[in-house]
């Protein structure tokens, strides 16, 4: 959520960054509503302040043997006309509430505007491979190897859904392992959250209200919604971990990570060029997570980068590091770095690790504080999160870019204490 003294200083630039990210809000509309609320809430309190003044004279006239009953009407009509403004209050607070909570966070400063065809690339690692024989694509890899079952994977979830298998599941979970073993060993504390959610829970995100129908959405027997879910990714529970708190200065930074499946509907995404596990309904991911002060925010994205991206040097994969336009960056975040993995089969790079800063977007809407030491002032903390991997990506690009020359994959050298000292599977 967006600040509101902020729109009310600044509207103009508030409305041009929106731009950049592809919103067209005026800020017209929100101000005068703003301006109406400010002056109900005057009216209201000056109401109520006369009727508290002229309620303290009704005991001295009753003690005074006078008539009460013109007073008592004057205090019926303005209790009338309180409630009147009262519930236009509400309504009012509502309709602001529903503007602010559809607007985006602004792009950062250095965040240029456009959508993925303004996306730069800051970093390049390793060289695609080459390879001189006919390579296969993950999926006759995954097949012929044993290691994933596609076909029963349909038939138990339906599309977008496959089964991991003997040697396949041994090298899934020594992907998250390696995930787990290597944020522990960097002090980040791990989590392991609930996988259903409160609405709540996605408001806080910035996911809700916009975009509900992305999740799977729990219903009672008449079909009714629950006002729970089934979290997309485990950031939507890390960032309620501390929601409605203040935090102390000396508490922050915190640095969390949790292993969860993650379950979006993905609706009409799927393409030809996108079979196999390169995207689906559930899959697995380590997410990284950050509570920081305003001032540091910025290396802490930094440091999340770096992270995910150590993660991919061992794995020993080639990707690219690219910097988003404003208008690729989801609506929640004000900058992001997306670690994009080669997969030669489709001759293209998909996003493996998005690392992002939705500063104080988040906080204002989770009511998530922090003290500070010196002054005692409570200001918004920001927030901070990472792919720290997801899977179902690596695992292609793993499989295409280890493979060999008879159709055995090498199995990084980081996996194998995870797969009983395998290195080829074959």
């Known amino acids: 959520m967006l600040d509101i003294n902020l729109i009310r200083q600044k509207p103009e630039w508030v409305e041009e960054k929106l731009r950049a990210k592809g919103n067209n809000a005026s800020m ?78 602004l792009p950062a400063d250095d965040v240029v505007p456009g959508g993925k065809e303004a996306n730069q690339v800051v970093n390049v690692w390793g060289e695609q491979p080459t390879f001189d024989f006919t390579p296969k694509d993950h999926v006759e890899l995954a097949t012929s190897l044993n290691l994933i079952d596609y076909e029963r994977g349909a038939k138990l979830g339906g599309n977008g859904f496959w089964i991991y ?80 708190e203040i935090l102390s200065e000396d508490e922050l930074p915190k640095k969390y990570f949790a292993y969860t499946p993650c379950y979006r509907k993905e609706a009409g995404s799927y393409r030809s060029d996108e079979r196999g596990m390169v995207r689906g309904h559930q899959f697995n991911k380590v997410e990284m997570f950050q509570y920081t002060t305003p001032e540091t925010s910025d290396a802490a994205l930094m440091e999340l980068i770096g992270k995910a991206e150590r993660l991919m040097q061992g794995l020993g994969l080639h990707y690219r590091l690219s910097k988003l336009a404003a208008q690729d960056c989801s609506d929640s975040m004000a900058k992001t770095y997306d670690i ?11 996003e493996v690790s998005s690392s992002s800063n939705a500063m104080d977007y988040q906080a204002r809407r989770g009511n998530i504080r922090f003290r500070r030491n010196e002054t005692k002032k409570i200001e918004f903390v920001h927030s901070l999160n990472a792919s720290g991997l997801a899977t179902s990506r690596i695992m292609p690009a793993l499989l295409e870019q280890c493979q060999q020359a008879d159709g055995s994959v090498v199995v990084p050298e980081v996996l194998r204490k995870y797969m009983g000292g395998i290195s080829v599977l074959k």
């Open 28 to 105: 017209s509309e929100l101000l005068a509503m703003d301006e109406s609320r400010r002056k109900i809430i005057a009216s209201v309190e000056e109401m109520k302040a006369e009727r508290n003044r002229v309620s303290k004279t009704i005991p001295m006239i009753k003690k005074q043997g006078g008539d009460i009953s013109a007073v008592t009407e004057e205090m019926r009509k303005l209790g009338d006309e309180i409630k009147a403004l009262d519930d236009e209050l509400n309504t009012l607070n509502a309709k602001i509430k529903a503007f602010m909570d559809a607007l985006p966070n």
């Open 165 to 244: 298998k003997g040697k396949g599941a041994m090298l899934e979970w020594a992907l998250i392992n390696y995930f787990i073993d290597t944020h522990i060993s960097d002090g980040y504390e791990f989590i392991l959250p609930p996988h259903i959610l409160s609405y709540q829970c996605g408001y806080t995100a910035g996911q809700f209200p916009k975009f509900e129908d992305d999740v799977f959405v729990l219903q009672n027997e008449n079909g009714e919604k629950f006002n729970q879910f089934i979290l997309p990714t485990a950031e939507t529970a890390l960032i309620n971990y501390h929601r409605d």
């Open 340 to 350: 994009e993995v080669w997969i030669p089969s489709m001759g293209i790079y998909k």
